[in-house]
């Protein structure tokens, strides 16, 4: 007995020390997006007290410095001497109170000047609260109210003798507003005059800080005491959890988000609570620790989903439209996010530093972490199969159940994959290699490692035919078969060794459907029937499991959501896509939670539903062009006043802009027509500057991307003073004096330049003469000489035939001489030689090469151009041609041809012929041409 009771309180003990009262529990806060604005941002003090927004969409605060307004973009301050504290915005005006302050904003030039509206010149109060009854504005302080009459621009003020008093609150009736005398009873004024209060014991211990009226009455926040609801008889008080937190939370301002009950109230010392003070549900606590600079709220302010704050340390927006719900680890308590999993009710996160539980929903305002006993170190997967939980550990895998079991030991473990060939089989990679998963009894075990693959693993899939793909951290994918009882590995063939994937690398592996998807640094790879084939979704690095056949897709570090059904992508707001960049490298993950997807982050984790993010949407203003410079380029002066025209000296210009998005940040498209042919997208900039325009007319165009809506902006330089009406008159006139002047100076020069040119030319013709003459007698003496010179050759061509012709006559003659004695033989002998002599001695051939000679020198072109003018002479008619030359008749052309006249006519006639020359054409003549 004693031995039972003993083993009883031991595993008591051991139950202590793992779940026991030591162990540490971290809060993370969940939260929608929060944006914060410090005064680094808006060049101002850190507190701001109050924050009101005008018709056109522009948020305006009551800063420690002055008036601030924000259009999304930019921060302007507009500052005032002493500190304010509440704003009111009527038409276009904007009444403040403040420190030793009353007045109101108007603008003039586009810039708003600050106008007093106390009466006397030292005034000392200060004012906290400014609400408008009818036509008047009730400035409040803590002992009077100050009444600016809005017709009559007077300025009343009635001092409140009962004491000091709390805030005033407006009825819903515009003309009725509440105030406590402070720990005494609540005054009920209509238009200005007191007309009921509220008095109740329970008064004299409040100090009411907000007051509103509800459907059953009136809804009571005190400073301390938390909410109550006035009944018209009685205090009834909120017993739900924002009723209890503001009691430890110090109340210091409060209004409604909806008509259902939804509240913000904000605190001095606890940040901000969301929720319904009907069903008490807590939608978020928002402070130091999930986003808000500061947990002293001063003021609150809320429009189309937008709750505005004002506290110690800045502004902040809080978007309560926002489609995700974060959970929140700004000091990094639990570390990078892994894996996310519910198991039995039990909410399991997996990090770097080990596996975390709580027992709170994914959706509440607030989850309640403790580290799972003995987990400590990194968790890779987490993965429920059937009634089981597993999760791959940096130390191996380990079953979670009532301890944390541990059962593989062989290094740490990453993805498991259930089977879809063998019901009883799960496949799970690790750090050496590709472990085997049996089901036995209806539980999972460790059955065996495949032999033959020692490397790390993995993402795996599994094909068709069971062939599995594998990939290792970064570069490598197998292709791997097992033996048919799943014992042994039957071939392995590394695909990144193949030629079209020779430059891939970080290798992930993803189910799309019925399709199996390998994703690379710079390629897609579908298995379709086990055969690759590429398809167009570059840039994908992650795709998470469907819900409703939507899947959640990472595309070039964007969150995207793909309706496999529908085949096409859904919108996603900027914002909400940009969430991708908050993931951890490589090891990406976003996981089904019921109908959610959570998607895991360096620090926390956001989860949204499909439906959230297509009904995501929120008012879009037309952008404002807030600000148009014109300014000198040289100097950089601005232009004072913008009037019709411009001044061309001030051709240079800047646009400011806004879409007055709050919500996320806005990509803008800019045109400058009469100056830009298409638009041009600038991306997150809110300003556009052109330098140096040349004149003319112009209209500036503006879009936010995301709605096309478009402002314009109109105006026209002027023309430089050069190109002035005065000045182009100026140019006519010299230009035209310029051209009678040149006309009258171009004609005297003419006239000058023509007798010059007369003298000249005289000048010229004469030396010309002169030199023509010298010349002339040159080329004749030239002539004569060579004239002279072929008459001579010529003379003696023909003295020396002539010798020639004696000697052979004195031979004939002595050979006759001598024939007078022969007889009859030697006669015939004489004879004989009488012929020898004739034939050698007169040949036609020689004479007409001497006459050829000759004649080529008195006429050097004429065979050779009356050749080219008549090609097909012969050499016959050529020396008939060269004899008319010379002007032989036909008498004389007889003998030397050896013919009879008649046939030297019918030479003539032939050659008239081949020269084609017609009727009554002199013959010789024409060859007396060449």
Same mark, same amino acid.
């Given at each position: 007995?004693?031995?039972?009771?003993?083993?009883?309180?031991?595993?008591?003990? $051991?139950?202590?020390?793992?779940?026991?009262?030591?162990?540490?529990?971290?809060?993370?806060?969940?939260?929608?997006?929060?944006?914060?604005?410090?005064?680094?941002?808006?060049?101002?003090?850190?507190?701001?007290?109050?924050?009101?927004?005008?018709?056109?969409?522009?948020?305006?605060?009551?800063?420690?410095?002055?008036?601030?307004?924000?259009?999304?973009?930019?921060?302007?301050?507009?500052?005032?001497?002493?500190?304010?504290?509440?704003?009111?915005?009527?038409?276009?005006? /904007?009444?403040?109170?403040?420190?030793?302050?009353?007045?109101?904003?108007?603008?003039?030039?586009?810039?708003?000047?600050?106008?007093?509206?106390?009466?006397?010149?030292?005034?000392?109060?200060?004012?906290?609260?400014? %609400?408008?009854?009818?036509?008047?504005?009730?400035?409040?302080?803590?002992?009077?109210?100050?009444?600016?009459?809005?017709?009559?621009?007077?300025?009343?003020?009635?001092?409140?003798?009962?004491?000091?008093?709390?805030?005033?609150?407006?009825?819903?009736?515009?003309?009725?507003?509440?105030?406590?005398?402070?720990?005494?009873?609540?005054?009920?004024?209509?238009?200005?005059?007191?007309?009921?209060?509220?008095?109740?014991?329970?008064?004299?211990?409040?100090?009411?800080?907000?007051?509103?009226?509800?459907?059953?009455?009136?809804?009571?926040?005190?400073?301390?005491?938390?909410?109550?609801?006035?009944?018209?008889?009685?205090?009834?008080?909120?017993?739900?959890?924002?009723?209890?937190?503001?009691?430890?939370?110090?109340?210091?301002?409060?209004?409604?988000?909806?008509?259902?009950?939804?509240?913000?109230?904000?605190?001095?010392?606890?940040? %901000?609570?969301?929720?319904?003070?009907?069903?008490?549900?807590?939608?978020?606590?928002?402070?130091?620790?999930?986003?808000?600079?500061?947990?002293?709220?001063?003021?609150?302010?809320?429009?189309?989903?937008?709750?505005?704050?004002?506290?110690?340390?800045?502004?902040?927006?809080?978007?309560?439209?926002?489609?995700?719900?974060?959970?929140?680890?700004?000091?990094?308590?639990?570390?990078?996010?892994?894996?996310?999993?519910?198991?039995?009710?039990?909410?399991?996160?997996?990090?770097?530093?080990?596996?975390?539980?709580?027992?709170?929903?994914?959706?509440?305002? /607030?989850?309640?972490?403790?580290?799972?006993?003995?987990?400590?170190?990194?968790?890779?997967?987490?993965?429920?199969?059937?009634?089981?939980?597993?999760?791959?550990?940096?130390?191996? /895998?380990?079953?979670?159940?009532?301890?944390?079991?541990?059962?593989?030991?062989?290094?740490?473990?990453?993805?498991?994959?259930?089977?879809?060939?063998?019901?009883?089989?799960?496949?799970?990679?690790?750090?050496?290699?590709?472990?085997?998963?049996?089901?036995?009894?209806?539980?999972?075990?460790?059955?065996?490692?495949?032999?033959?693959?020692?490397?790390?693993?993995?993402?795996?899939?599994?094909?068709?035919?069971?062939?599995?793909?594998?990939?290792?951290?970064?570069?490598?994918?197998?292709?791997?078969?097992?033996?048919?009882?799943?014992?042994?590995?039957?071939?392995?063939?590394?695909?990144?060794?193949?030629?079209?994937?020779?430059?891939?690398?970080?290798?992930?592996?993803?189910?799309?459907?019925?399709?199996?998807?390998?994703?690379?640094?710079?390629?897609?790879?579908?298995?379709?029937?086990?055969?690759?084939?590429?398809?167009?979704?570059?840039?994908?690095?992650?795709?998470?499991?469907?819900?409703?056949?939507?899947?959640?897709?990472?595309?070039?570090?964007?969150?995207?959501?793909?309706?496999?059904?529908?085949?096409?992508?859904?919108?996603?707001?900027?914002?909400?896509?940009?969430?991708?960049?908050?993931?951890?490298?490589?090891?990406?993950?976003?996981?089904? %939670?019921?109908?959610?997807?959570?998607?895991?982050?360096?620090?926390?984790?956001?989860?949204?539903?499909?439906?959230?993010?297509?009904?995501?949407?929120?008012?879009?203003?037309?952008?404002?062009?807030?600000?148009?410079?014109?300014?000198?380029?040289?100097?950089?002066?601005?232009?004072?006043?913008?009037?019709?025209?411009?001044?061309?000296?001030?051709?240079?210009?800047?646009?400011?802009?806004?879409?007055?998005?709050?919500?996320?940040?806005?990509?803008?498209?800019?045109?400058?027509?009469?100056?830009?042919?298409?638009?041009?997208?600038?991306?997150?900039?809110?300003?556009?500057?052109?330098?140096?325009?040349?004149?003319?007319?112009?209209?500036?165009?503006?879009?936010?991307?995301?709605?096309?809506? /478009?402002?314009?902006?109109?105006?026209?330089?002027?023309?430089?003073?050069?190109?002035?009406?005065?000045?182009?008159?100026?140019?006519?006139?010299?230009?035209? $004096?310029?051209?009678?002047?040149?006309?009258?100076?171009?004609?005297?020069?003419?006239?000058?330049?023509?007798?010059?040119?007369?003298?000249?030319?005289?000048?010229?013709?004469?030396?010309?003469?002169?030199?023509?003459?010298?010349?002339?007698?040159?080329?004749?003496?030239?002539?004569?000489?060579?004239?002279?010179?072929?008459?001579?050759?010529?003379?003696?061509?023909?003295?020396?035939?002539?010798?020639?012709?004696?000697?052979?006559?004195?031979?004939?003659?002595?050979?006759?001489?001598?024939?007078?004695?022969?007889?009859?033989?030697?006669?015939?002998?004489?004879?004989?030689?009488?012929?020898? %002599?004739?034939?050698?001695?007169?040949?036609?051939?020689?004479?007409?090469?001497?006459?050829?000679?000759?004649?080529?020198?008195?006429?050097?072109?004429?065979?050779?151009?009356?050749?080219?003018?008549?090609?097909?002479?012969?050499?016959?008619?050529?020396?008939?041609?060269?004899?008319?030359?010379?002007?032989?008749?036909?008498?004389?052309?007889?003998?030397?041809?050896?013919?009879?006249?008649?046939?030297?006519?019918?030479?003539?006639?032939?050659?008239?012929?081949?020269?084609?020359?017609?009727?009554?054409?002199?013959?010789?003549?024409?060859?007396?041409?060449?």
């Amino acid at each position: 007995m004693m031995l039972l009771r003993f083993k009883i309180l031991l595993t008591f003990f $051991l139950l202590l020390s793992q779940f026991g009262f030591t162990q540490e529990t971290i809060e993370l806060f969940t939260s929608t997006k929060i944006t914060n604005y410090s005064k680094s941002d808006y060049n101002a003090e850190s507190q701001n007290w109050n924050i009101t927004q005008s018709d056109d969409g522009l948020i305006y605060t009551a800063n420690t410095l002055g008036l601030l307004e924000f259009d999304g973009e930019s921060w302007n301050l507009f500052p005032t001497s002493e500190p304010l504290r509440c704003l009111l915005i009527h038409e276009d005006k /904007i009444f403040a109170g403040g420190m030793n302050t009353i007045g109101v904003f108007e603008k003039k030039n586009g810039v708003f000047k600050f106008k007093s509206l106390m009466p006397e010149k030292s005034f000392h109060d200060e004012i906290w609260k400014a %609400i408008q009854i009818g036509n008047k504005i009730v400035f409040q302080s803590f002992n009077t109210f100050y009444i600016y009459d809005l017709d009559t621009k007077d300025l009343t003020r009635k001092s409140l003798t009962e004491g000091n008093i709390s805030f005033a609150f407006k009825s819903k009736t515009e003309t009725t507003f509440y105030y406590q005398v402070l720990y005494n009873h609540i005054n009920i004024t209509k238009d200005l005059i007191e007309v009921d209060n509220i008095t109740h014991p329970a008064l004299n211990h409040w100090m009411v800080k907000f007051i509103h009226e509800v459907e059953k009455g009136l809804l009571i926040g005190t400073y301390k005491n938390g909410l109550f609801l006035w009944d018209g008889k009685d205090f009834i008080p909120y017993e739900n959890k924002i009723s209890i937190f503001l009691r430890e939370a110090r109340l210091n301002v409060a209004l409604p988000i909806d008509d259902k009950g939804g509240f913000a109230f904000g605190t001095l010392d606890k940040g %901000i609570i969301i929720g319904n003070i009907n069903t008490g549900v807590i939608d978020y606590y928002i402070n130091s620790k999930n986003g808000l600079p500061s947990n002293r709220v001063h003021a609150l302010h809320y429009y189309d989903g937008l709750l505005w704050v004002g506290s110690e340390e800045g502004v902040t927006n809080v978007n309560l439209k926002y489609p995700v719900r974060f959970i929140n680890d700004p000091l990094a308590e639990i570390g990078p996010v892994y894996d996310v999993v519910i198991h039995k009710g039990t909410l399991y996160i997996g990090t770097n530093q080990g596996l975390y539980f709580s027992s709170d929903s994914i959706n509440a305002p /607030i989850l309640k972490l403790q580290l799972f006993p003995y987990s400590k170190g990194q968790v890779w997967n987490l993965f429920v199969a059937d009634n089981q939980l597993f999760c791959g550990h940096n130390e191996g /895998i380990f079953e979670v159940g009532e301890t944390f079991k541990k059962v593989y030991n062989t290094g740490g473990g990453y993805t498991f994959l259930k089977s879809r060939l063998h019901q009883d089989i799960m496949f799970q990679t690790s750090y050496y290699g590709l472990n085997i998963w049996k089901k036995r009894h209806d539980q999972w075990e460790y059955s065996h490692t495949i032999k033959k693959i020692n490397s790390l693993t993995r993402d795996i899939i599994e094909l068709n035919d069971g062939t599995l793909l594998l990939t290792d951290s970064w570069k490598n994918i197998y292709k791997i078969k097992l033996s048919k009882d799943l014992s042994s590995l039957k071939f392995i063939e590394n695909l990144s060794t193949q030629k079209s994937l020779a430059n891939s690398y970080k290798y992930r592996l993803f189910d799309l459907g019925d399709n199996k998807l390998l994703t690379t640094n710079d390629t897609i790879v579908t298995f379709k029937n086990n055969l690759p084939a590429n398809i167009d979704l570059k840039g994908l690095t992650f795709i998470s499991h469907p819900i409703d056949d939507v899947s959640v897709m990472k595309i070039e570090g964007q969150l995207m959501l793909y309706d496999a059904k529908e085949e096409h992508f859904i919108h996603v707001r900027k914002s909400i896509a940009e969430l991708g960049n908050n993931q951890i490298y490589n090891y990406e993950n976003i996981i089904n %939670i019921k109908d959610n997807f959570l998607i895991t982050f360096t620090q926390g984790a956001g989860l949204f539903s499909t439906p959230a993010i297509e009904n995501y949407n929120f008012k879009q203003y037309q952008p404002d062009i807030r600000k148009v410079t014109f300014w000198y380029h040289r100097n950089q002066e601005q232009l004072s006043n913008i009037v019709d025209k411009i001044p061309f000296d001030y051709n240079s210009v800047e646009f400011q802009f806004s879409s007055k998005n709050y919500y996320e940040k806005s990509n803008y498209a800019v045109r400058l027509i009469g100056y830009d042919s298409n638009w041009v997208e600038i991306g997150e900039r809110n300003e556009i500057a052109y330098q140096n325009l040349p004149y003319g007319k112009f209209t500036f165009e503006v879009k936010d991307t995301a709605s096309n809506k /478009i402002s314009h902006y109109k105006f026209e330089i002027d023309r430089p003073f050069y190109f002035s009406n005065l000045m182009l008159t100026v140019y006519v006139l010299a230009f035209l $004096l310029s051209v009678w002047s040149l006309h009258k100076y171009y004609r005297l020069m003419l006239r000058k330049e023509k007798m010059a040119l007369l003298l000249k030319k005289r000048e010229d013709l004469n030396s010309q003469r002169d030199l023509n003459e010298k010349r002339i007698a040159i080329l004749q003496a030239n002539e004569l000489q060579k004239e002279l010179k072929d008459k001579n050759e010529s003379l003696s061509e023909l003295l020396v035939q002539s010798s020639k012709n004696k000697d052979v006559i004195q031979q004939l003659k002595h050979q006759v001489d001598n024939a007078k004695h022969f007889d009859s033989v030697n006669k015939s002998q004489v004879i004989r030689k009488l012929d020898h %002599i004739l034939t050698t001695e007169f040949d036609d051939k020689k004479d007409w090469l001497t006459f050829e000679s000759t004649f080529r020198k008195m006429h050097q072109n004429f065979f050779s151009d009356l050749k080219n003018t008549h090609p097909a002479l012969t050499k016959e008619d050529l020396k008939l041609c060269a004899y008319i030359r010379i002007n032989l008749s036909t008498k004389e052309l007889a003998p030397i041809f050896n013919i009879t006249p008649k046939s030297v006519d019918l030479k003539r006639y032939r050659l008239r012929k081949k020269m084609n020359l017609e009727k009554g054409t002199n013959l010789y003549d024409y060859i007396n041409q060449f």
